[in-house]
């Protein structure tokens, strides 16, 4: 699906009681954990959309929290991102690194959900 179709997707995997989304992946752990997922257990080497685009000014990428998508290696493959006015939303591409596509392809999507952490002490 298109980039705008799967952000929808991801937001329609609401429930009511929490806000779902495209991923937003700031750290390498996650970046590291999803791509091991992706390989060994979902077997499925492809481009997937995530959360952050470059469409409000061209060269700098968001995510959807707001915050700027950190450069380079590890995250980026060298030379991405390359598409300029081209390619404005953002994907984990098969090769395992951030790459720009152009929004209208049609990608996978990883969605996220909040995660809850809840402690009850013994009184
Ligand atoms: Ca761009």
Redesign the pocket.
């Known amino acids: 699906m298109g980039r705008d179709d799967g952000r929808a997707y991801c937001q329609g995997l609401n429930d009511g009681s929490f806000a779902t989304d495209l991923a937003v992946i700031e750290d390498c752990e996650v970046m590291n954990s999803l791509w091991n997922f992706i390989v060994h257990k979902l077997n499925k080497r492809m481009n997937y959309w995530i959360g952050a685009t ?2 409000d000014s ?2 700098t990428w968001q995510w959807l929290t707001g915050t700027h998508v950190q450069g380079d290696v590890p995250f980026w493959f060298p030379e991405q ?1 390359d ?6 939303c953002l994907t984990i591409a098969e090769n395992g690194y951030f790459a ?1 596509g152009a929004c209208n392809q049609e990608y996978g999507v990883i969605c996220q959900a909040p995660v809850m952490t809840t402690f009850r002490n013994l009184e």
């Open positions: 470059d469409k061209e060269g991102p598409g300029s006015n081209m390619e404005n720009d």
